[in-house]
């Protein structure tokens, strides 16, 4: 049975979609090659959005683009599509992270999960403003575990001493930062050297306060900049969350993007507002330290700070035009 082929149209809808996911520092390192004669949609990343000093191995590019798939899922499911994709990347072409087909019809189950999600893709963005502290039920992180295990990754919800431990791998890593310097920040901020209104990167708008106090180290976008930041009192308590995948290389990396998106979409539907933070990800010497001290297998791929917004969670973030990030061809 040939496979069914979707419309131009169709693809860019989907694609605008897509693009909606996180990345660092908002890079937004995605694109997509439509080839129309064999109804193939290829997600490739792109080099020119490399991050040497943060990302060397382009780990966390990786992991936007996987939370670009899920999006495209997401939105395949909401227009009653079924996309079947496989994760490609190797030696041979790294830049080719997965490829995607229509396909027949899957389970119902499995089509209206993500489907649900859907509202949340424009309403998701990346808060850097405090928190109440308002401890989130179990049940919800018993959700948010189940969205994370269904893209192949795990949810951790540590406490006590363990979140302290982190909180301190934080600032220990923002601390080097501030004194090392970071290329890619000074490259990805908008408002200082490049415009307010660009359609990538962290506007100076969604940068967020500093910290008042010691108790939560956020990214200080501002070092350099020659603007004023203001400063707020965050939460006592952050809550964090710890996604990790069982091995670490690029077809783990996009799934834990998958898994990470998913997680913020869900969060995102029950109005729970999300944060990532990903200073000790960037040296491998804290990423290690960050394992799960119990069972202590497994990679982390990302750190997540959730809670219930004061009112407003912040600006949201620019895309780039579709025709930007969408190549056609026959």
Not at 17 to 33: E, G, I, L, Y
Not at 168 to 184: F, M, R, S, V
Not at 191 to 216: I, R, Y
């Amino acid at each position: 049975m040939p496979m069914p082929h979707i419309s131009p149209p169709t693809v860019r809808g989907l694609v605008r979609d897509a693009a909606t996911a996180p990345s660092m520092h908002n890079a937004q390192p995605w694109r997509f090659v439509y080839h129309r004669n064999a109804g193939v949609l290829d997600l490739r990343s792109d080099a020119a959005r490399d991050m040497t000093y943060a990302d060397p191995d382009n780990r966390a590019q990786y992991l936007g683009c996987g939370a670009a798939l899920l999006n495209l899922r997401v939105a395949a499911a909401h227009n009653g599509l079924v996309m079947h994709t496989s994760l490609l990347p190797d030696a041979d072409d790294p830049r080719l992270v997965a490829r995607i087909r229509p396909g027949t019809a899957g389970t119902a189950a499995a089509t209206g999960a993500l489907a649900s999600l859907y509202p949340a893709l424009s309403r998701r963005h990346t808060s850097r403003l405090p928190f109440e502290d308002h401890p989130l039920p179990d049940e919800l992180k018993q959700l948010l575990a189940r969205e994370a295990e269904a893209e192949g990754a795990r949810l951790l919800f540590p406490g006590g001493w363990h979140v302290r431990f982190l909180l301190d791998l934080i600032a220990e890593a923002e601390t080097y930062a501030e004194h090392a310097g970071d290329p890619d920040e000074a490259r990805w901020l908008r408002g200082a050297t490049a415009p307010e209104a660009a359609d990538d990167g962290v506007p100076w708008s969604a940068v967020g306060p500093a910290s008042e106090d010691t108790a939560w180290h956020t990214r200080d976008f501002g070092r350099g900049a020659g603007r004023d930041r203001s400063a707020a009192r965050f939460e006592r308590r952050p809550q964090l969350a710890v996604l990790s995948t069982a091995d670490d290389d690029p077809p783990r990396w996009v799934v834990a993007g998958q898994a990470l998106e998913r997680v913020l979409l869900a969060a995102t539907t029950v109005h729970v507002a999300t944060g990532l933070t990903t200073q000790p990800l960037e040296r491998q010497s804290l990423r290690w330290l960050l394992r799960d001290p119990v069972r202590g297998g497994g990679a982390v791929q990302m750190l997540l700070r959730l809670g219930y917004g004061q009112g407003s969670t912040g600006a949201v973030t620019r895309r780039r035009p579709v025709d930007d990030i969408l190549d056609l061809e026959p």
